[in-house]
Nanobody, 123 residues
Framework: QAHLVQSGGGVVQPGGSLTLSCAPTGNIFSLDSASWYRQSPGKQRDMVASITRQGVKNVSDSVKGRFTVSRDNGKNTVSLKLNLLQPADTRVYYC?????????????????WGQGTQVTVSS
């Protein structure tokens, strides 16, 4: 069951841009360190970028300079901006939070995942 809700994604031409967003749902109020992963059918899920609550970022060399991770702690959202998209970027993208705080501000030390969003880069 997805506890994070993703939005964005879709079909874009090579060289285009997309923005993916991730927000908590249900009993989850805010997110701990968050990451974005992507996965092709039959392949492992690879981390693309991560960001701590303090805003420290880490971006995979495979997308560095093209993808930007950010978060808005006031809105409890995490985003991934994808620029200069290439057909090789066609994957399902997932957000993940290493832990979270619930509506009562109790810490939940479990990873939570979004439902996944398809990104297709095609002319």
């Amino acid at each position: 069951q997805a506890h994070l809700v993703q939005s964005g994604g879709g079909v874009v031409q090579p060289g285009g841009s997309l923005t993916l967003s991730c927000a908590p749902t249900g009993n989850i109020f805010s997110l701990d360190s968050a990451s974005w992963y992507r996965q092709s059918p039959g392949k492992q899920r690879d981390m693309v970028a991560s960001i701590t609550r303090q805003g420290v970022k880490n971006v995979s060399d495979s997308v560095k300079g093209r993808f930007t991770v950010s978060r808005d702690n006031g809105k409890n959202t995490v985003s991934l901006k994808l620029n200069l998209l290439q057909p090789a970027d066609t994957r399902v993208y997932y957000c993940e939070s290493a832990g979270a705080w619930d509506l009562g501000r109790a810490y939940l030390p479990n990873p939570y995942w979004g439902q996944g969003t398809q990104v297709t880069v095609s002319s």
